[in-house]
Nanobody, 123 residues
Framework: QVNLVESGGGLVQAGGSLRLSCEAS????????MGWFRQAPGQEREFVSS????????????SVRGRFTISRDIPRANIRNTVYLQMNNLKVEDAAVYYC????????????WGQGTQVTVFS
């Protein structure tokens, strides 16, 4: 079983920074990738960033590339591992609920989701 708990959301002025954390527990050796997604009110959930569990290759949506950075602790078996999303130069349009997710080995998509953390950006 995989469990994800996000934290770090909050209220920030445009141009400011936040760092989100996603603590993953359970069978972390079964991970293929971890990602961050976001959903603003009335909008579809969208991809933000992801990182391959093995090797650490990263991917970003065009809207956040250069401003956001995804990283992770060095994977270690049988303990909690954490993925981070450093968000700099935040814009009003970045406001959303941010979700952490895992794509397990063999899965075609992200199949485990956290509960989400709210990010509010004001001008």
């Amino acid at each position: 079983q995989v469990n994800l708990v996000e934290s770090g959301g909050g209220l920030v002025q445009a141009g400011g920074s936040l760092r989100l954390s996603c603590e993953a527990s359970g069978r972390t050796f079964s991970y293929y990738a971890m990602g961050w997604f976001r959903q603003a009110p009335g909008q579809e959930r969208e991809f933000v960033s992801s990182i391959r569990w093995s090797g650490g290759t990263t991917y970003y949506a065009d809207s956040v590339r250069g401003r956001f950075t995804i990283s992770r602790d060095i994977p270690r078996a049988n303990i909690r591992n954490t993925v981070y999303l450093q968000m700099n130069n935040l814009k009003v349009e970045d406001a959303a609920v941010y979700y952490c997710a895992v794509q397990r080995v063999g899965a075609q998509t992200y199949d485990v989701w956290g509960q989400g953390t709210q990010v509010t950006v004001f001008s």
